[in-house]
């Protein structure tokens, strides 16, 4: 644990002659760790991991990911999650800007984000421990497709032959 540790270190020779050395010793925090998914998703310790399945990756819907964060025994971690819309740029260059969405807490290991339209996110994630130190941020991609939009024409209309109607239909998406 991070602290000031006083040592002591007594020398006794065989004629009963002592020399007695004190100094101090300064443990300093660690910070802790994240890391990124590797190329075929395999979830390891200080990973994240995008869990929801590529069948369910459509505009709307809600994006889940897990990650991990390893620090010295016995440390609380907060998570911190930011997600945005994926630009090429790495979590480190986006820090310090306005996300899409944002959750943290701590121990929150799994996070679920909606997207409401479709093509590329990053989501990143940074662990901090108890000294508020900060892992570098971890990364996770998800791309989501397209949902078609919905059409409506209104009820059935019957008009008789010469007669104007009145149509309306709807749209969304």
């Known amino acids: 644990v991070q602290d000031r540790y006083p040592v002591e270190l007594v020398v006794q020779d065989k004629d009963g002659g002592r020399a007695v050395v004190a100094i101090v010793v300064n443990v300093l925090n660690v910070a802790p760790r994240a890391g990124d998914v590797d190329d075929q998703g395999d979830f390891q310790e200080g990973a994240l991991e995008l869990l929801t399945r590529a069948a369910d990756r459509v505009e709307g819907s809600n994006i889940w990911f897990r990650g991990a964060g390893s620090d010295t025994p016995g440390d609380d971690l907060s998570y911190i ?93």
Not at 93 to 113: C, D, I, K, T, Y
Not at 115 to 127: I, P, Q, R, S
Not at 137 to 153: C, D, W
């Open 81 to 173: 999650w930011t997600a945005w819309r994926d630009a090429g740029q790495s979590c480190a260059e986006l820090q310090g800007g306005q996300p899409l969405a944002q959750q943290s807490g701590l121990n929150l290991r799994e996070v679920g984000f909606t997207f409401g339209d479709n093509g590329d996110y990053l989501v990143c994630l940074v662990v901090r421990d108890e000294a508020q130190e900060d892992s570098p941020p971890a990364s996770g991609r998800v791309t989501l497709i397209n949902v078609a939009p919905t059409a409506s024409a209104g009820d059935e209309r019957v008009a008789a032959e010469g007669e104007a109607i009145v149509l309306e239909g709807a749209g969304q998406d």
